[in-house]
Protein backbone atom coordinates (compact mmCIF):
# COMPACT_ATOMS: atom_id res chain seq x y z
CA UNK A 1 0.00 0.00 0.00
CA UNK A 2 2.63 2.53 0.23
CA UNK A 3 4.27 1.32 -3.24
CA UNK A 4 4.46 5.11 -5.44
CA UNK A 5 2.99 3.45 -8.41
CA UNK A 6 -0.60 3.01 -6.69
CA UNK A 7 -3.01 4.18 -9.26
CA UNK A 8 -4.69 6.75 -7.47
CA UNK A 9 -1.71 8.30 -5.47
CA UNK A 10 -3.54 11.32 -4.40
CA UNK A 11 -6.69 9.17 -3.11
CA UNK A 12 -4.01 6.78 -1.25
CA UNK A 13 -2.47 10.30 0.00
CA UNK A 14 -5.82 10.73 2.21
CA UNK A 15 -6.67 7.67 2.69
CA UNK A 16 -3.15 7.32 4.88
CA UNK A 17 -4.17 11.01 5.91
CA UNK A 18 -7.28 10.05 7.29
CA UNK A 19 -6.19 7.02 9.19
CA UNK A 20 -3.70 9.33 10.89
CA UNK A 21 -6.13 11.40 11.96
CA UNK A 22 -7.79 8.22 13.66
CA UNK A 23 -4.88 8.06 15.34
CA UNK A 24 -5.25 11.73 16.82
CA UNK A 25 -9.01 11.20 17.62
CA UNK A 26 -7.99 8.41 19.45
CA UNK A 27 -5.84 10.73 21.75
CA UNK A 28 -7.24 14.32 21.63
CA UNK A 29 -10.95 12.94 20.72
CA UNK A 30 -11.09 15.99 18.08
CA UNK A 31 -11.22 14.39 14.73
CA UNK A 32 -14.05 11.78 15.31
CA UNK A 33 -17.52 12.94 16.32
CA UNK A 34 -19.82 10.10 17.91
CA UNK A 35 -23.12 10.33 16.48
CA UNK A 36 -26.03 10.67 19.75
CA UNK A 37 -28.05 7.77 19.53
CA UNK A 38 -31.41 10.47 19.22
CA UNK A 39 -30.31 10.69 15.86
CA UNK A 40 -29.41 7.32 14.82
CA UNK A 41 -31.94 5.35 12.39
CA UNK A 42 -30.82 1.65 11.05
CA UNK A 43 -32.76 0.92 7.88
CA UNK A 44 -32.97 -3.39 7.35
CA UNK A 45 -33.13 -3.82 3.68
CA UNK A 46 -32.60 -7.62 1.43
CA UNK A 47 -29.07 -6.91 0.96
CA UNK A 48 -27.74 -5.68 4.33
CA UNK A 49 -28.54 -2.48 6.31
CA UNK A 50 -28.13 0.84 6.12
CA UNK A 51 -27.52 4.00 8.99
CA UNK A 52 -28.62 7.03 8.87
CA UNK A 53 -28.00 10.40 10.48
CA UNK A 54 -30.90 11.98 10.88
CA UNK A 55 -30.57 15.95 11.44
CA UNK A 56 -32.99 17.83 13.95
CA UNK A 57 -31.16 20.77 13.60
CA UNK A 58 -32.18 21.47 10.10
CA UNK A 59 -35.18 19.45 9.91
CA UNK A 60 -36.87 19.03 13.33
CA UNK A 61 -40.41 18.91 12.62
CA UNK A 62 -39.75 16.57 9.75
CA UNK A 63 -37.26 14.23 11.81
CA UNK A 64 -39.80 14.16 14.81
CA UNK A 65 -42.80 12.58 12.38
CA UNK A 66 -40.10 10.24 11.11
CA UNK A 67 -39.53 9.10 14.37
CA UNK A 68 -42.88 8.67 15.20
CA UNK A 69 -43.31 6.64 12.01
CA UNK A 70 -40.62 4.65 12.48
CA UNK A 71 -41.70 3.65 16.12
CA UNK A 72 -45.24 2.80 14.82
CA UNK A 73 -43.83 0.51 12.22
CA UNK A 74 -44.94 2.65 9.21
CA UNK A 75 -42.60 1.50 6.86
CA UNK A 76 -41.85 -2.11 7.51
CA UNK A 77 -42.18 -3.80 4.28
CA UNK A 78 -43.30 -0.72 2.31
CA UNK A 79 -41.39 -0.82 -0.96
CA UNK A 80 -39.16 1.43 -2.75
CA UNK A 81 -41.72 1.96 -5.85
CA UNK A 82 -40.13 4.62 -7.60
CA UNK A 83 -36.25 4.34 -8.38
CA UNK A 84 -34.87 6.21 -11.02
CA UNK A 85 -31.20 4.90 -11.61
CA UNK A 86 -28.51 7.79 -11.05
CA UNK A 87 -31.18 10.21 -9.38
CA UNK A 88 -33.25 8.68 -6.36
CA UNK A 89 -34.78 5.54 -4.17
CA UNK A 90 -38.04 6.55 -3.27
CA UNK A 91 -39.86 4.78 -0.53
CA UNK A 92 -42.86 4.76 1.35
CA UNK A 93 -46.43 4.00 1.06
CA UNK A 94 -46.65 5.74 -2.45
CA UNK A 95 -49.45 8.13 -0.93
CA UNK A 96 -46.97 10.51 -2.52
CA UNK A 97 -48.07 9.78 -6.16
CA UNK A 98 -51.41 8.31 -5.25
CA UNK A 99 -54.15 9.10 -2.66
CA UNK A 100 -52.64 10.98 0.28
CA UNK A 101 -52.89 9.00 3.83
CA UNK A 102 -54.13 9.76 7.29
CA UNK A 103 -50.33 11.49 8.10
CA UNK A 104 -49.69 15.26 8.67
CA UNK A 105 -48.59 17.18 6.16
CA UNK A 106 -44.92 18.76 7.01
CA UNK A 107 -44.08 22.30 6.71
CA UNK A 108 -40.98 23.14 4.38
CA UNK A 109 -37.66 23.25 6.30
CA UNK A 110 -35.82 23.53 3.13
CA UNK A 111 -33.30 26.25 4.39
CA UNK A 112 -32.71 27.78 7.57
CA UNK A 113 -31.57 31.44 9.06
CA UNK A 114 -27.66 31.86 9.32
CA UNK A 115 -26.02 31.14 12.74
CA UNK A 116 -22.13 31.92 13.59
CA UNK A 117 -23.22 28.88 16.39
CA UNK A 118 -23.55 26.59 13.30
CA UNK A 119 -20.03 24.35 12.81
CA UNK A 120 -19.35 25.50 8.86
CA UNK A 121 -16.70 24.64 7.17
CA UNK A 122 -16.18 25.95 4.32
CA UNK A 123 -14.88 24.27 1.03
CA UNK A 124 -16.03 26.23 -2.34
CA UNK A 125 -16.32 29.84 -2.57
CA UNK A 126 -18.40 30.70 -4.77
CA UNK A 127 -19.86 27.00 -6.05
CA UNK A 128 -21.90 26.45 -9.28
CA UNK A 129 -25.10 26.16 -7.09
CA UNK A 130 -24.55 28.09 -4.65
CA UNK A 131 -22.82 31.52 -3.05
CA UNK A 132 -20.73 29.14 -0.64
CA UNK A 133 -20.86 25.35 0.45
CA UNK A 134 -18.99 23.71 3.15
CA UNK A 135 -20.07 21.26 5.63
CA UNK A 136 -21.78 21.24 9.00
CA UNK A 137 -21.56 18.16 11.57
CA UNK A 138 -20.76 16.31 8.51
CA UNK A 139 -23.79 17.44 6.18
CA UNK A 140 -22.76 19.22 2.96
CA UNK A 141 -24.18 22.09 3.43
CA UNK A 142 -25.18 25.93 1.11
CA UNK A 143 -24.69 29.24 2.51
CA UNK A 144 -25.55 32.95 1.39
CA UNK A 145 -24.47 35.20 3.67
CA UNK A 146 -25.83 37.91 1.89
CA UNK A 147 -29.87 36.58 2.69
CA UNK A 148 -28.12 34.79 5.55
CA UNK A 149 -29.47 31.39 4.61
CA UNK A 150 -27.75 27.84 5.10
CA UNK A 151 -29.49 24.93 3.99
CA UNK A 152 -28.42 20.99 3.58
CA UNK A 153 -27.55 19.81 -0.18
CA UNK A 154 -28.19 16.93 -2.42
CA UNK A 155 -25.29 15.00 -2.38
CA UNK A 156 -25.46 10.91 -2.87
CA UNK A 157 -26.69 9.08 -0.04
CA UNK A 158 -29.39 12.16 1.47
CA UNK A 159 -32.67 11.16 2.61
CA UNK A 160 -35.09 13.60 2.12
CA UNK A 161 -39.47 14.10 1.86
CA UNK A 162 -40.99 13.81 -1.90
CA UNK A 163 -43.72 16.20 -2.04
CA UNK A 164 -46.07 17.72 -3.95
CA UNK A 165 -46.43 20.30 -5.68
CA UNK A 166 -47.26 22.62 -2.60
CA UNK A 167 -43.94 23.50 -0.47
CA UNK A 168 -45.38 21.85 2.89
CA UNK A 169 -46.95 18.83 1.02
CA UNK A 170 -44.54 16.22 1.97
CA UNK A 171 -45.42 13.61 4.54
CA UNK A 172 -44.63 10.20 4.93
CA UNK A 173 -42.51 9.00 1.64
CA UNK A 174 -39.06 9.97 0.99
CA UNK A 175 -35.87 9.41 -0.99
CA UNK A 176 -32.79 8.66 -1.17
CA UNK A 177 -29.94 9.94 -3.59
CA UNK A 178 -28.62 7.41 -5.52
CA UNK A 179 -26.69 9.42 -8.31
CA UNK A 180 -24.99 12.13 -9.54
CA UNK A 181 -25.81 15.19 -6.87
CA UNK A 182 -28.98 16.95 -7.91
CA UNK A 183 -28.51 20.65 -6.71
CA UNK A 184 -30.95 21.99 -8.25
CA UNK A 185 -33.36 20.61 -5.52
CA UNK A 186 -31.61 22.42 -2.80
CA UNK A 187 -33.41 24.40 -1.02
CA UNK A 188 -36.77 23.27 -2.54
CA UNK A 189 -36.98 19.94 -0.48
CA UNK A 190 -36.63 19.16 2.83
CA UNK A 191 -33.29 17.03 3.93
CA UNK A 192 -33.55 15.46 7.10
CA UNK A 193 -30.92 12.52 7.02
CA UNK A 194 -28.05 10.77 5.31
CA UNK A 195 -26.81 7.33 5.05
CA UNK A 196 -23.83 7.46 6.67
CA UNK A 197 -23.22 3.89 6.30
CA UNK A 198 -24.52 1.10 4.17
CA UNK A 199 -24.66 2.86 0.74
CA UNK A 200 -23.68 0.16 -0.63
CA UNK A 201 -27.10 -1.86 0.05
CA UNK A 202 -28.76 0.90 -0.71
CA UNK A 203 -27.58 1.13 -4.37
CA UNK A 204 -28.77 -2.27 -4.84
CA UNK A 205 -32.31 -1.32 -4.80
CA UNK A 206 -34.20 -2.56 -7.59
CA UNK A 207 -34.97 0.41 -10.61
CA UNK A 208 -37.76 0.71 -11.90
CA UNK A 209 -38.14 1.53 -15.86
CA UNK A 210 -36.40 4.94 -16.95
CA UNK A 211 -39.12 5.07 -19.45
CA UNK A 212 -41.58 5.23 -16.82
CA UNK A 213 -39.84 7.71 -14.46
CA UNK A 214 -38.28 5.04 -12.54
CA UNK A 215 -41.98 3.83 -11.24
CA UNK A 216 -42.57 0.18 -10.15
CA UNK A 217 -45.61 -1.39 -11.56
CA UNK A 218 -47.88 -3.90 -9.47
CA UNK A 219 -46.77 -6.97 -9.38
CA UNK A 220 -43.15 -6.47 -11.00
CA UNK A 221 -39.87 -6.94 -8.27
CA UNK A 222 -39.38 -4.43 -6.37
CA UNK A 223 -36.97 -3.86 -2.99
CA UNK A 224 -39.20 -3.77 0.61
CA UNK A 225 -37.70 -1.77 3.41
CA UNK A 226 -37.96 -4.92 5.81
CA UNK A 227 -37.58 -2.49 8.66
CA UNK A 228 -36.19 0.56 10.03
CA UNK A 229 -35.41 0.89 13.92
CA UNK A 230 -34.27 4.14 15.80
CA UNK A 231 -31.21 3.58 17.79
CA UNK A 232 -33.63 4.87 20.78
CA UNK A 233 -35.19 2.19 20.82
CA UNK A 234 -32.19 -0.47 21.06
CA UNK A 235 -30.73 -1.67 24.57
CA UNK A 236 -27.58 0.25 25.12
CA UNK A 237 -25.50 -3.00 24.79
CA UNK A 238 -27.12 -3.62 21.34
CA UNK A 239 -26.35 -0.07 19.75
CA UNK A 240 -23.56 0.37 17.53
CA UNK A 241 -20.94 3.06 17.96
CA UNK A 242 -21.10 5.47 14.29
CA UNK A 243 -18.46 7.84 14.46
CA UNK A 244 -18.06 10.15 11.62
CA UNK A 245 -15.32 12.35 10.66
CA UNK A 246 -15.34 15.47 12.77
CA UNK A 247 -15.76 18.04 9.69
CA UNK A 248 -14.96 21.57 11.94
CA UNK A 249 -11.99 19.40 13.54
CA UNK A 250 -8.15 20.69 11.71
CA UNK A 251 -7.31 17.26 9.95
CA UNK A 252 -10.19 17.88 7.78
CA UNK A 253 -9.20 20.92 6.91
CA UNK A 254 -6.13 19.90 5.81
CA UNK A 255 -7.67 17.11 4.18
CA UNK A 256 -9.97 19.28 1.87
CA UNK A 257 -6.56 21.86 1.83
CA UNK A 258 -4.74 18.65 -0.03
CA UNK A 259 -7.46 18.22 -2.25
CA UNK A 260 -7.83 21.68 -3.47
CA UNK A 261 -4.07 21.47 -4.69
CA UNK A 262 -3.17 18.51 -6.52
CA UNK A 263 -0.11 18.01 -8.81
CA UNK A 264 2.82 16.39 -9.14
CA UNK A 265 3.44 13.02 -9.79
CA UNK A 266 0.62 11.66 -10.47
CA UNK A 267 -1.34 14.66 -11.70
CA UNK A 268 0.06 15.76 -15.09
CA UNK A 269 -2.64 18.50 -15.76
CA UNK A 270 -2.94 20.96 -12.99
CA UNK A 271 -6.94 20.05 -11.93
CA UNK A 272 -8.49 23.87 -11.13
CA UNK A 273 -8.11 24.77 -7.03
CA UNK A 274 -12.17 24.04 -6.91
CA UNK A 275 -13.91 21.24 -4.52
CA UNK A 276 -17.44 20.00 -4.94
CA UNK A 277 -18.75 19.57 -1.91
CA UNK A 278 -20.59 16.24 -2.38
CA UNK A 279 -17.35 14.83 -3.65
CA UNK A 280 -15.57 14.71 -0.36
CA UNK A 281 -15.81 11.60 1.68
CA UNK A 282 -16.66 12.00 4.88
CA UNK A 283 -15.58 8.87 6.66
CA UNK A 284 -17.61 6.72 9.17
CA UNK A 285 -16.72 4.17 11.85
CA UNK A 286 -18.84 1.83 12.91
CA UNK A 287 -18.06 -0.27 16.35
CA UNK A 288 -19.85 -1.08 19.48
CA UNK B 1 -48.55 8.88 -13.90
CA UNK B 2 -50.44 12.39 -14.91
CA UNK B 3 -51.36 14.13 -11.61
CA UNK B 4 -50.09 17.60 -10.97
CA UNK B 5 -48.87 16.90 -7.50
CA UNK B 6 -45.88 14.42 -8.58
CA UNK B 7 -42.94 14.58 -5.95
CA UNK B 8 -40.56 15.46 -9.14
CA UNK B 9 -42.91 16.85 -11.50
CA UNK B 10 -39.51 18.81 -13.45
CA UNK B 11 -38.64 15.40 -13.73
CA UNK B 12 -41.58 13.61 -14.88
CA UNK B 13 -41.87 15.88 -17.40
CA UNK B 14 -38.50 15.53 -18.46
CA UNK B 15 -39.65 11.44 -18.33
CA UNK B 16 -42.31 12.38 -20.72
CA UNK B 17 -40.52 14.78 -22.96
CA UNK B 18 -38.22 12.11 -23.56
CA UNK B 19 -40.93 9.38 -24.29
CA UNK B 20 -42.66 12.01 -26.89
CA UNK B 21 -38.81 12.24 -28.13
CA UNK B 22 -38.69 8.93 -28.52
CA UNK B 23 -41.81 9.01 -30.86
CA UNK B 24 -40.66 11.30 -32.63
CA UNK B 25 -37.41 9.53 -33.56
CA UNK B 26 -39.28 6.56 -34.80
CA UNK B 27 -40.67 8.64 -37.47
CA UNK B 28 -37.86 10.54 -38.31
CA UNK B 29 -34.92 9.09 -36.94
CA UNK B 30 -33.34 11.53 -35.80
CA UNK B 31 -33.43 12.04 -31.76
CA UNK B 32 -31.88 8.17 -31.08
CA UNK B 33 -28.45 7.24 -32.13
CA UNK B 34 -27.33 3.43 -32.79
CA UNK B 35 -24.09 2.39 -31.17
CA UNK B 36 -21.91 0.42 -34.11
CA UNK B 37 -20.98 -3.17 -32.85
CA UNK B 38 -17.71 -1.87 -33.14
CA UNK B 39 -18.27 -0.20 -30.23
CA UNK B 40 -20.05 -1.92 -27.72
CA UNK B 41 -18.59 -4.65 -25.22
CA UNK B 42 -20.78 -6.65 -22.70
CA UNK B 43 -19.14 -6.97 -19.27
CA UNK B 44 -21.04 -10.27 -17.55
CA UNK B 45 -21.29 -9.60 -14.13
CA UNK B 46 -22.33 -11.74 -11.03
CA UNK B 47 -25.59 -9.86 -10.61
CA UNK B 48 -26.19 -8.90 -14.32
CA UNK B 49 -24.94 -7.39 -17.79
CA UNK B 50 -23.14 -4.21 -18.06
CA UNK B 51 -22.99 -2.19 -21.49
CA UNK B 52 -19.74 -0.20 -22.33
CA UNK B 53 -19.93 1.84 -25.14
CA UNK B 54 -16.24 2.12 -26.19
CA UNK B 55 -15.04 5.52 -27.86
CA UNK B 56 -11.88 5.42 -30.21
CA UNK B 57 -12.66 8.71 -31.17
CA UNK B 58 -11.13 9.90 -27.99
CA UNK B 59 -8.79 6.87 -26.74
CA UNK B 60 -8.09 5.12 -30.21
CA UNK B 61 -5.00 3.11 -28.48
CA UNK B 62 -6.59 2.25 -25.48
CA UNK B 63 -9.60 0.93 -27.21
CA UNK B 64 -7.75 -1.06 -29.29
CA UNK B 65 -5.88 -3.01 -26.47
CA UNK B 66 -8.94 -3.20 -24.63
CA UNK B 67 -10.66 -4.70 -27.26
CA UNK B 68 -7.50 -7.18 -27.76
CA UNK B 69 -7.60 -7.93 -24.69
CA UNK B 70 -11.07 -8.93 -24.26
CA UNK B 71 -10.62 -11.03 -27.19
CA UNK B 72 -7.90 -12.66 -25.41
CA UNK B 73 -10.11 -13.44 -22.45
CA UNK B 74 -7.65 -11.19 -20.13
CA UNK B 75 -10.15 -9.98 -18.25
CA UNK B 76 -12.32 -13.09 -17.76
CA UNK B 77 -12.44 -14.84 -14.22
CA UNK B 78 -10.36 -11.56 -12.82
CA UNK B 79 -11.75 -8.85 -10.17
CA UNK B 80 -12.32 -5.87 -8.80
CA UNK B 81 -9.97 -5.50 -6.44
CA UNK B 82 -9.89 -1.96 -5.69
CA UNK B 83 -13.60 -0.98 -5.05
CA UNK B 84 -14.39 2.59 -3.42
CA UNK B 85 -18.01 3.45 -2.64
CA UNK B 86 -18.67 6.51 -3.93
CA UNK B 87 -15.76 6.45 -6.10
CA UNK B 88 -14.81 3.70 -8.26
CA UNK B 89 -14.31 0.08 -9.09
CA UNK B 90 -11.41 -0.89 -10.51
CA UNK B 91 -10.95 -4.42 -12.34
CA UNK B 92 -8.05 -6.42 -13.54
CA UNK B 93 -5.19 -8.13 -12.82
CA UNK B 94 -3.90 -6.09 -10.38
CA UNK B 95 -1.06 -5.59 -12.29
CA UNK B 96 -1.74 -1.85 -11.67
CA UNK B 97 -0.70 -2.17 -7.61
CA UNK B 98 1.71 -4.97 -8.04
CA UNK B 99 3.90 -6.36 -10.20
CA UNK B 100 3.51 -5.38 -14.18
CA UNK B 101 2.26 -7.79 -16.57
CA UNK B 102 3.85 -8.23 -19.89
CA UNK B 103 0.72 -6.17 -21.49
CA UNK B 104 2.02 -3.02 -23.37
CA UNK B 105 1.81 0.30 -21.78
CA UNK B 106 -0.08 2.65 -23.38
CA UNK B 107 0.21 6.56 -24.39
CA UNK B 108 -1.71 8.76 -22.49
CA UNK B 109 -5.47 9.63 -24.37
CA UNK B 110 -6.43 12.39 -21.62
CA UNK B 111 -7.60 15.15 -24.31
CA UNK B 112 -7.54 15.72 -28.04
CA UNK B 113 -7.49 18.50 -30.18
CA UNK B 114 -10.82 19.94 -30.57
CA UNK B 115 -12.10 19.58 -33.87
CA UNK B 116 -15.52 21.49 -35.55
CA UNK B 117 -16.44 18.33 -36.86
CA UNK B 118 -17.11 16.68 -33.44
CA UNK B 119 -20.98 17.67 -32.81
CA UNK B 120 -20.23 19.42 -29.28
CA UNK B 121 -23.87 20.30 -27.91
CA UNK B 122 -22.90 23.08 -25.09
CA UNK B 123 -24.20 22.40 -21.29
CA UNK B 124 -22.60 25.23 -19.41
CA UNK B 125 -20.20 27.74 -19.76
CA UNK B 126 -18.08 28.33 -17.54
CA UNK B 127 -18.39 25.43 -15.73
CA UNK B 128 -16.45 24.66 -11.94
CA UNK B 129 -13.84 22.00 -13.55
CA UNK B 130 -13.81 23.53 -17.22
CA UNK B 131 -14.53 26.71 -19.63
CA UNK B 132 -17.35 24.73 -20.78
CA UNK B 133 -18.67 21.13 -20.70
CA UNK B 134 -21.02 19.15 -23.58
CA UNK B 135 -21.89 16.82 -24.93
CA UNK B 136 -20.23 14.76 -27.70
CA UNK B 137 -22.22 11.61 -28.99
CA UNK B 138 -23.48 11.02 -25.36
CA UNK B 139 -19.94 11.43 -23.44
CA UNK B 140 -19.94 14.53 -21.28
CA UNK B 141 -16.73 16.53 -22.40
CA UNK B 142 -15.36 19.30 -21.38
CA UNK B 143 -13.65 21.87 -23.65
CA UNK B 144 -11.21 24.70 -23.72
CA UNK B 145 -11.67 26.95 -27.33
CA UNK B 146 -8.34 29.02 -26.05
CA UNK B 147 -6.33 25.93 -25.64
CA UNK B 148 -8.22 24.48 -28.65
CA UNK B 149 -8.80 21.01 -26.55
CA UNK B 150 -11.30 18.92 -25.44
CA UNK B 151 -11.93 15.79 -23.13
CA UNK B 152 -14.33 13.26 -21.87
CA UNK B 153 -15.27 14.11 -18.39
CA UNK B 154 -15.31 12.27 -15.56
CA UNK B 155 -19.09 11.14 -14.79
CA UNK B 156 -20.59 8.01 -13.12
CA UNK B 157 -20.51 5.11 -15.38
CA UNK B 158 -17.08 6.42 -16.99
CA UNK B 159 -14.64 3.87 -17.96
CA UNK B 160 -10.87 4.97 -17.67
CA UNK B 161 -7.61 3.30 -17.61
CA UNK B 162 -5.55 2.97 -13.76
CA UNK B 163 -2.68 4.19 -14.03
CA UNK B 164 0.80 4.72 -12.30
CA UNK B 165 2.73 7.87 -11.65
CA UNK B 166 3.76 8.53 -15.49
CA UNK B 167 0.85 9.70 -18.01
CA UNK B 168 1.54 6.65 -19.93
CA UNK B 169 1.81 3.80 -17.87
CA UNK B 170 -1.42 2.30 -18.28
CA UNK B 171 -2.48 -0.78 -19.80
CA UNK B 172 -4.99 -3.41 -18.70
CA UNK B 173 -6.74 -2.60 -15.18
CA UNK B 174 -9.43 -0.15 -15.63
CA UNK B 175 -12.37 1.85 -13.24
CA UNK B 176 -15.64 2.33 -13.28
CA UNK B 177 -16.66 5.50 -11.79
CA UNK B 178 -19.32 4.66 -9.28
CA UNK B 179 -19.63 8.47 -6.94
CA UNK B 180 -20.07 11.48 -7.33
CA UNK B 181 -17.99 12.83 -10.53
CA UNK B 182 -14.45 12.91 -9.70
CA UNK B 183 -14.21 15.72 -11.71
CA UNK B 184 -10.68 16.89 -11.07
CA UNK B 185 -9.64 13.59 -12.85
CA UNK B 186 -10.12 14.84 -15.64
CA UNK B 187 -7.31 15.53 -18.78
CA UNK B 188 -5.24 13.01 -16.44
CA UNK B 189 -6.22 9.76 -16.97
CA UNK B 190 -7.71 8.16 -20.47
CA UNK B 191 -11.83 7.51 -20.28
CA UNK B 192 -12.04 5.01 -23.00
CA UNK B 193 -15.86 4.14 -22.84
CA UNK B 194 -18.84 4.13 -20.36
CA UNK B 195 -21.87 2.22 -19.32
CA UNK B 196 -24.99 2.87 -21.25
CA UNK B 197 -27.13 -0.08 -19.52
CA UNK B 198 -26.60 -2.25 -16.73
CA UNK B 199 -24.78 0.91 -13.75
CA UNK B 200 -27.47 -0.79 -11.23
CA UNK B 201 -25.34 -4.26 -11.91
CA UNK B 202 -21.71 -2.57 -11.87
CA UNK B 203 -23.54 -0.57 -8.26
CA UNK B 204 -23.35 -4.47 -6.98
CA UNK B 205 -19.79 -4.60 -6.58
CA UNK B 206 -18.62 -5.57 -3.48
CA UNK B 207 -16.95 -2.69 -1.45
CA UNK B 208 -13.42 -2.79 -0.21
CA UNK B 209 -12.30 -1.44 3.09
CA UNK B 210 -12.47 2.33 3.12
CA UNK B 211 -9.62 2.38 5.31
CA UNK B 212 -7.16 0.81 2.79
CA UNK B 213 -8.39 2.99 0.20
CA UNK B 214 -10.70 0.38 -1.56
CA UNK B 215 -8.17 -2.58 -1.55
CA UNK B 216 -9.82 -6.15 -0.84
CA UNK B 217 -7.00 -7.77 0.68
CA UNK B 218 -6.66 -12.02 -0.66
CA UNK B 219 -9.73 -14.41 0.19
CA UNK B 220 -11.58 -11.60 0.94
CA UNK B 221 -15.12 -11.55 -1.05
CA UNK B 222 -14.69 -9.47 -4.21
CA UNK B 223 -16.89 -9.38 -7.72
CA UNK B 224 -15.63 -11.66 -10.32
CA UNK B 225 -15.72 -10.05 -13.93
CA UNK B 226 -17.38 -13.38 -15.51
CA UNK B 227 -16.59 -12.54 -18.99
CA UNK B 228 -15.91 -9.40 -21.42
CA UNK B 229 -17.78 -10.22 -24.75
CA UNK B 230 -17.46 -7.77 -27.52
CA UNK B 231 -20.49 -7.48 -29.93
CA UNK B 232 -18.49 -8.10 -32.88
CA UNK B 233 -17.83 -10.95 -31.86
CA UNK B 234 -21.30 -12.28 -31.76
CA UNK B 235 -23.23 -13.21 -34.28
CA UNK B 236 -25.52 -10.46 -36.01
CA UNK B 237 -28.71 -11.99 -35.05
CA UNK B 238 -27.79 -12.74 -31.39
CA UNK B 239 -26.36 -8.57 -30.76
CA UNK B 240 -28.44 -6.46 -29.20
CA UNK B 241 -29.65 -3.10 -30.97
CA UNK B 242 -28.19 -0.49 -28.38
CA UNK B 243 -29.50 3.33 -29.01
CA UNK B 244 -28.89 6.16 -27.05
CA UNK B 245 -30.25 9.64 -27.17
CA UNK B 246 -28.71 11.62 -30.23
CA UNK B 247 -27.06 14.74 -27.63
CA UNK B 248 -26.93 16.55 -30.86
CA UNK B 249 -31.09 16.39 -31.48
CA UNK B 250 -33.33 19.34 -31.64
CA UNK B 251 -34.83 17.25 -28.82
CA UNK B 252 -32.37 17.09 -26.68
CA UNK B 253 -31.47 20.71 -26.87
CA UNK B 254 -35.02 21.46 -25.63
CA UNK B 255 -34.35 19.01 -22.63
CA UNK B 256 -31.28 20.75 -21.50
CA UNK B 257 -33.18 23.93 -21.74
CA UNK B 258 -35.94 22.71 -19.72
CA UNK B 259 -32.99 21.84 -17.27
CA UNK B 260 -31.56 24.56 -16.66
CA UNK B 261 -34.61 27.17 -16.32
CA UNK B 262 -36.86 25.65 -13.37
CA UNK B 263 -39.41 27.12 -11.69
CA UNK B 264 -43.02 26.72 -10.32
CA UNK B 265 -45.23 24.94 -9.49
CA UNK B 266 -42.82 22.97 -8.18
CA UNK B 267 -40.15 24.71 -7.11
CA UNK B 268 -40.49 27.79 -4.59
CA UNK B 269 -36.63 28.48 -4.70
CA UNK B 270 -35.77 29.24 -8.28
CA UNK B 271 -32.79 26.89 -8.77
CA UNK B 272 -29.67 29.01 -10.19
CA UNK B 273 -29.51 28.66 -14.30
CA UNK B 274 -26.73 26.14 -14.19
CA UNK B 275 -26.52 22.68 -15.26
CA UNK B 276 -24.01 20.00 -14.20
CA UNK B 277 -22.87 17.99 -16.99
CA UNK B 278 -22.72 14.68 -15.08
CA UNK B 279 -26.06 15.17 -13.75
CA UNK B 280 -27.91 15.09 -17.22
CA UNK B 281 -29.67 11.68 -18.03
CA UNK B 282 -28.67 10.09 -21.42
CA UNK B 283 -31.34 7.51 -22.28
CA UNK B 284 -29.93 3.73 -23.08
CA UNK B 285 -32.75 1.47 -25.24
CA UNK B 286 -32.03 -2.03 -25.85
CA UNK B 287 -33.36 -4.43 -28.22
CA UNK B 288 -32.79 -7.13 -30.06
Request: net charge negative; proline share 7%; hydrophobic share 40%.
Amino acid sequence: MNQPWNAFCPTLTLALVLTAAAAVAAQDGTEWRSIEAASIAYMQLPGGEAIIELNAEFAPTTVAQFKRLVRDGFYDGLAFYRVVDGFVAQGGDGSDMADPNSEPMLPAEFERPWSGELPFTSVQKPDMFAPETGFIDGFAAGRDMQSRKVWLTHCPGVIAMARNDGSDTGSTDFYIVIGQAPRYLDRNLTIFGRVVSGMDVVYRVIRGPSDANGMIAEGEPSTIIEKIVLAEDVPVAARKDVRVTDTSGAEFGKVLQSRKKRGPPFFHHKPPEVLDVCQIPVATRIGR
